[in-house]
């Protein structure tokens, strides 16, 4: 089910926290906004999804065993949406799923963090998944930028190629009443 915790002003990243058991949930979102994120929460991977349409997360952690649909379920449909695809996703595993992290990087995760696990290290790991997304958003806009600035230069030639040869035209045209005269 849906809950937020608010932390640091309304510029700090959100992370969705999916995650089945509540007790376990509430833990988690009490020490990430501790860390200074704002925090939803999910109790399933339908109920994640929803969450992302109904508003912006920056981060998606999520338990890799979940009933009914996985975590890994949760990282391929994210995965498949056109709106959420490039969304960090970083699962928690049980030390004892030996197969987990190959699952969970197959599936198109970008991180497994193996239980249990110290808080600093969770937080630091989100902190390295929201920089590296921010690092790639602003690579795309760059590239945006340079391409749109190459068209506007590809037109521009154009069109000083079309006015240099409507002036070649004319020079000629002007040499033949010259040579006429």
């Known amino acids: 089910m849906t809950s937020s915790a608010e932390s640091d002003g309304p510029r700090a990243p959100r992370v969705l926290v999916v995650e089945p058991n509540r007790n376990y949930a509430g833990v988690l979102v009490r020490r ?14 339908g109920s994640a999804l929803v969450e992302l349409h ?17 975590g890994v379920d949760l990282v391929r449909m994210i995965r498949e949406d056109a709106v959420h695809n490039e ?13 987990a992290s190959i699952q969970a990087f197959n599936a198109g995760a970008d991180g497994v963090v193996v239980k ?6 969770l937080l630091a790991r989100i902190a390295r998944e929201l920089g590296r997304a921010r690092a790639v958003r602003q690579l795309r806009e760059d590239n945006d930028a340079l391409d749109a600035r190459v ?18 035209a004319e020079r000629r045209r002007l040499e033949e009443l010259v040579k006429g005269d």
């Not at 109904?54 to 338990?63: F, H, N, S």
């Not at 969304?87 to 197969?99: E, H, N, Y």
């Not at 249990?116 to 290290?121: D, L, M």
């Open 87 to 99: 969304l960090p996703v970083v699962l928690i595993a049980g030390r004892s799923d030996r197969t």
């Open 54 to 70: 109904r508003l912006p997360v920056d981060l998606v952690l999520a338990e890799l065993r979940m009933p009914r649909q996985s």
């Open 151 to 168: 068209v506007g230069r590809a037109i521009e030639l154009g069109e000083m190629r079309e006015r240099w040869l409507a002036s070649e």
């Open 116 to 121: 249990p696990f110290h808080f600093e290290v």
């Open 32 to 45: 990430i906004a501790d860390g200074g994120y704002r925090v939803a929460t999910a109790d399933s991977a």
